[in-house]
């Protein structure tokens, strides 16, 4: 008897010492994908733009917003490098980009007014025609059209990205490290599955509540 209850004692404590390894490798494994996800993050400024309604003519609406202001950035932060760099002179043109919207809504024949507040936002996965995003926390540009009810639409301005020269070959893409740009233009297994846990990853905090999901 005394045999047997020493046994399972054992049997007990090595899975438990399984069970707390298997924990610690969980942790450290999700340490570093999280590092990772911030890390490309603290290398982009990303665009979100809200539209008044769903109704098509406010998403049309949203789309021409958009593209102004997408190329009133494209020149403003032309041969900008430098990220922080980037969000101070976004930071100082804030009325010009309210301006610049609202432009384009009265040119469309529409009297709503156009915010816009650049701060952290949380993202889901996103999927563009030459790269993918991992969902996570990402500095942005949000512009709200009326009383912003709509879809959004988001991608990229700095770097560039967005735009539909941007390759993984591109300059626009040298702003990241090599494997930054594997991570989110590979179809290589590996980059694969570690995009893949980046994403279950920001899905675990999201259930935790450690992470809101405003996108």
């Known amino acids: ?16 010492i399984a069970l707390i ?3 610690v490798l969980t942790f450290l494994c999700g340490a570093a994908l999280a590092k990772e996800q911030e890390d490309l993050s603290g290398k982009l400024i990303r665009l ?17 917003v958009r593209d102004s202001i997408l190329e009133y950035l494209t020149a403003l932060l032309e041969g900008t490098t430098d990220r922080e760099k980037a969000v101070e002179i976004i930071e100082s043109r804030m009325d010009s980009i309210v301006e610049v919207s609202e432009a384009v809504i009265r040119e469309q024949g529409y009297g709503y007014q156009a915010a816009a507040i650049i701060a952290a936002e949380d993202f889901p996965t996103r999927e ?8 996570g926390e990402y500095t942005s540009l949000r512009i709200v059209i009326g009383g912003g009810g709509g879809r959004n639409w988001w991608c990229v301005i700095f770097p560039p990205l967005c735009l539909s020269a941007a390759t993984a070959d591109s300059e626009a893409f040298r702003q990241l490290t090599d494997e930054q740009i594997r991570l989110i233009t590979s179809d290589e ?13 920001n899905k675990i905090k999201t ?6 999901n405003k996108g």
Request: hydrophobic share 45%; proline share 3%; charged share 25%.
């Open 1 to 16: 008897m005394d045999y047997c209850r020493r046994f399972l004692l054992m049997k007990l404590k090595k899975w438990e």
């Open 21 to 23: 390894c298997a924990l």
């Open 48 to 64: 979100h733009v809200v539209a008044n309604s769903d109704s098509d003519e406010d998403q049309a609406l949203k789309l021409q």
């Open 128 to 135: 563009y025609d030459t790269f993918s995003l991992p969902a």
């Open 189 to 201: 297994p590996e980059y694969v599955i570690k995009f893949k846990s980046i994403e279950w990853l």
């Open 207 to 212: 259930w935790l509540g450690l992470q809101g």
